[in-house]
T-cell receptor
Framework: DQQVKQNSPSLSVQEGRISILNCDYT??????FLWYKKYPAEGPTFLIS?????DKNEDGRFTVFLNKSAKHLSLHIVPSQPGDSAVYFC???????????FGDGTTLTVKP | DTEVTQTPKHLVMGMTNKKSLKCEQH?????MYWYKQKAKKPPELMFV???????INESVPSRFSPECPNSSLLNLHLHALQPEDSALYLC?????????????FGSGTRLTVV
């Protein structure tokens, strides 16, 4: 029973364009959502998060959108840069559980 | 210091060996985590320590034994592992468990069981 799903294993975009990475979840108890970026041979790096009381959070080129009714969130990267090429993991947590559950990841390739 | 340091980076061990993975952070974080990640799969939680006490054990086999000797150190003792235990073992920390912070991950230990 996978509670956090990233249905696109890979995404390729041109430099300067928008990258949109999607994530769906099934557990209605999740109240906090996070995105991590992972380069090869490194651990995941925390990127941006959003609380369930918000529907949007922005940090520079990165914006996360949350649609609670659809149990869906997305990460927008604008403009995309070659250095953004990495695996992106969506994660979700509920405050009382004290742990995060990760999706399978989406490999983003930004072409120069 | 904003890092989580894991040693060793690579480890090859036989099924009868005993080895330990080490994780260290000096950010004052009071929650520390062990995750296991297989190729092309998400990180899977194994253990959570909160204030040096085991808080969560995700039904991990007893051949994996965690230890938190102090607030900066987290160990994972390995004994009689199976080849299917080969994976990337990630350590992470956060300021407090249960409050929603992003985790700081180490680079991981790539474990191969032969």
């Amino acid at each position: 029973d996978q509670q956090v799903k990233q249905n696109s294993p890979s995404l390729s975009v041109q430099e300067g364009r928008i990258s949109i990475l999607n994530c769906d979840y099934t557990n209605s108890m999740f109240d906090y959502f996070l995105w991590y970026k992972k380069y090869p041979a490194e651990g995941p790096t925390f990127l941006i998060s959003i609380s369930s009381i918000k529907d949007k959070n922005e940090d520079g080129r990165f914006t996360v959108f949350l649609n609670k009714s659809a149990k869906h969130l997305s990460l927008h990267i604008v403009p995309s840069q070659p250095g953004d090429s990495a695996v992106y993991f969506c994660a979700a947590s509920s405050t009382n559980a004290g742990k995060s559950t990760f999706g399978d990841g989406t490999t983003l390739t930004v072409k120069p | 210091d904003t890092e989580v340091t894991q040693t060793p980076k690579h480890l090859v061990m036989g099924m009868t060996n005993k080895k330990s993975l080490k994780c260290e952070q000096h950010m004052g974080h009071r929650a520390m985590y062990w995750y296991k990640q297989k190729a092309k799969k998400p990180p899977e939680l194994m253990f959570v320590y909160s204030y040096e006490k085991l808080s969560i054990n995700e039904s991990v086999p007893s051949r994996f034994s965690p230890e938190c000797p102090n607030s900066s150190l987290l160990n994972l003792h390995l004994h009689a592992l199976q080849p299917e235990d080969s994976a990337l073992y990630l350590c992470a920390s956060s300021p407090i468990q249960g409050i929603n912070y992003g985790y700081t991950f180490g680079s991981g230990t790539r474990l191969t069981v032969v």
